[in-house]
């Protein structure tokens, strides 16, 4: 069973603090990375996207991936209440004669005023 | 653009009532998913179209059927609801490539009740 492994959390951070999410992935064969946030009654929002090791900054948004340990996080600097979400990781995996995205279950951030 | 959008926005079926929900995607993308998302079970996919003319089962597809009535659109058929398919469905679209999708873009979901 291929998966992807989340802390569901929550995790709780004070505003201007680095809120820091990991995830796990069972593939080794897997290229791709993606990170979604996920606002309470709403649909996944593209965030992050990660292909290479190494780490992957866009704004206050750090991807960071290691195939060898099978471990991709995301570290949000300067976290605001406005950040409070679910965050969701997705692995692109190989199922049969295609490649398909698995989710985890997804980690909830509060960030406090 | 208006990315992907899916209709309705919710619904109320009665066990045994069926229904389509519609799925359209305006950034001319080859792939699309239908996906559902359940409380403590996360997104799991139902079925998805890796081009035109292709459909494929996901992780869940008992009871759904889905048509890829062109590039554009996508959609995903109950033809006997049931309690158990109570759950919010994302529709999402994609590039794609040889080794798996580009980025995946959701839809704003329809909230789907069974009673």
């Known amino acids: 069973q291929k998966e992807v492994e989340q802390n569901s959390g929550p995790l709780s951070v004070p505003e201007g603090a680095i809120a820091s999410l990991n995830c796990t992935y069972s593939d080794r064969g897997s290229q791709s990375f993606f990170w979604y946030r996920q606002y309470s009654g709403k649909s996944p929002e593209l965030i992050m996207s990660?292909?290479?090791?190494g780490d992957k900054e866009d704004g206050r948004f750090t991807a960071q991936l290691n195939k060898a340990s099978q471990y991709v996080s995301l570290l949000i600097r300067d976290s605001q209440p406005s950040d409070s979400a679910t965050y969701l990781c997705a692995v692109n995996m190989r199922g049969g004669s295609n490649y398909k995205l698995t989710f985890g279950k997804g980690t909830l951030l509060t960030v406090n005023p | 653009n208006a990315g992907v959008t899916q209709t309705p926005k919710f619904q109320v079926l009665k066990t045994g009532q069926s229904m389509t929900l519609q799925c359209a995607q305006d950034?001319?993308?080859?792939?699309m998913y239908w996906y559902r998302q359940d409380p403590g079970m996360g997104l799991r996919l139902i079925y998805y179209s890796a081009s035109e003319g292709t459909t494929d089962k996901g992780e869940v597809p008992n009871g759904y059927n889905v048509s890829r009535l062109n590039k554009r659109e996508f959609s995903l058929r109950l033809e006997s609801a049931a309690p158990s398919q109570t759950s919010v469905y994302f529709c999402a679209s994609s590039e794609s490539r040889s080794q798996g999708s580009y980025e995946q873009y959701f839809g704003p979901g329809t909230r789907l009740t069974v009673t």
């Open positions: 950034m001319n993308h080859n792939s």
């Open positions: 990660i292909y290479s090791n």
